[in-house]
């Protein structure tokens, strides 16, 4: 079995589910408002100078303004977007999905919006798989799979969208095994939403090279010295179980909090409960135990640090802040008096029953009272709901136009390609 070919098939003949596709219309809205909210930002100015300057055949709109080649869109839009690393992700993947394959299939010059969402969909799916087949080995060893495996999310959708056939395909993902690339030893830098940048990239090359001819090795990805075996996959073979019937990628999980995804679920549980911090005695916090390495940061100082850390979101939680609003979290609030002085009320331990996407949540009120609560973020949500979640975030992340970005995204059951790049194009000046 040749996992490529198997994938090669999927992308030329697979049809997305009707909630697939409703995933994906969501994706597009968090993706674009990400990206919008992002061109400001020291390193998108970076990247969208440097394609500027490097010119080329206008084919592809960068956000904040200008035109260059699809490929150099893609890195840099890319880029853009995971700037303020509040996009999706996907907890079984292990990263994060728009961010990789929407730059790269938006900068293809897309015919409709409907061929946007059905080729953005397979390449979720296809990211999402690999990321499955490498497994958290992979992740571990210090790969970041919204790099690695995003870089054949973002093929495969480029792929889908030039209409490449399965010999092409197989080439194009072989091909993507030898240039995907992106290490976690970047976090913290310009070098991590530049991961994103990568694998869009990626994408873009390895698609547009197979279409005219260019051949590789399609067992480059599971063959005998191929991406997984030299790059710590653990080769999960039940990785491709269902394949073009289960649709994995609609599992992804939209941030609705500028903060860790990990501290998510623990939001969403003390926010249902009804305390005022002056009645709390006492917070109670397990979680699964990955995250007390990731965003279990006990006395942070500077708003990067507040988003890591259960004992300042909660304190803000409680005390009425907005966790939506990326603006929120600051170095004014990371020293803030009052939740300085909670982060001592807040107890925070580990739970190996919970999975990565639940956390349960327990009040000791000054009266002796309890209230309980708990929040899986894979649990079921009436997407109406989930959308007036994500238009609050989308306000909160570039205001007015969101009106506008709203009715490009729901502009029939496809998108309008032409208000999105109007869009992505009227935010910033260099």
């Known amino acids: 079995m040749s996992a490529a070919k198997d994938l090669a098939r999927f992308v030329v003949s697979a049809s997305p589910s009707e909630k697939a596709r409703g995933v994906m219309a969501q994706s597009l809205y968090d993706w674009m408002a990400c990206g919008m909210a992002g061109a400001s930002e020291p390193v998108a100015r970076i990247m969208r100078a440097q394609a500027m300057a490097d010119g080329g055949t206008a084919q592809a709109t960068l956000f904040g303004g200008g035109h260059v080649p699809a490929r150099a869109a893609a890195l840099a839009n890319g880029t853009v977007s995971h700037a303020l690393d509040y996009d999706d992700t996907h907890f079984a993947h292990i990263g994060h999905l728009s961010v990789g394959v929407l730059p790269a299939a938006m900068a293809c010059e897309p015919e409709t919006g409907a061929a946007v969402l059905d080729a953005a969909c397979i390449g979720f799916e296809v990211a999402t798989r690999v990321g499955l087949w490498l497994g958290r080995a992979h992740y571990q060893a210090g790969f970041h799979q919204t790099a690695t495996a995003g870089a054949f999310g973002a093929t495969a959708a480029v792929a889908r969208l030039r209409g490449l056939d399965v010999g092409q395909v197989a080439h194009a993902l072989g091909l993507a095994a030898t240039r995907a690339a992106g290490l976690k030893s970047q976090f913290g830098t310009m070098g991590k939403p530049m991961n994103a940048g990568l694998a869009a990239e990626c994408g873009v090359i390895c698609a547009d090279l197979a279409g005219r001819g260019f051949v590789s090795n399609p067992e480059a990805l599971d063959g005998p010295q191929g991406f997984g075996p030299t790059h710590a996959g653990e080769a999960q073979a039940m990785a491709w179980d269902g394949l073009g019937d289960i649709w994995k990628m609609a599992e992804v999980s939209h941030k609705l909090h500028a903060c860790c995804h990990g501290l998510h679920a623990m939001i969403e549980a003390l926010s249902a409960l009804d305390a005022s911090p002056e009645r709390v005695e006492r917070v109670e916090i397990a979680t699964h135990p990955r995250w007390l390495s990731v965003c279990n940061q006990p006395a942070p100082d500077t708003g990067l ?84 979640a994500l238009r609050r975030k989308g306000r909160a992340l570039i205001g007015a136009p969101e009106v506008q970005l709203w009715d490009a995204v729901q502009a029939g059951k496809a998108p309008d390609l032409d208000a999105l790049s109007e869009l992505m194009l009227g935010q910033v000046e260099l």
Not at 370 to 387: F, I, S, T, V, Y
């Open 305 to 388: 640090g507040a988003k890591f850390s259960y004992a300042h979101v909660a304190g803000m939680v409680l005390h009425g802040w907005n966790t939506a609003d990326i603006g929120n979290f600051s170095d004014t609030c990371a020293q803030d008096a009052a939740l300085v002085a909670f982060r001592d009320k807040v107890c925070v331990r580990a739970d190996d029953g919970l999975t990565e996407t639940a956390s349960r949540v327990t009040l000791i009120l000054a009266d002796g009272g309890r209230l309980e609560g708990h929040h899986d973020l894979m649990a079921a949500q009436d997407p109406a709901q989930k959308w007036q």
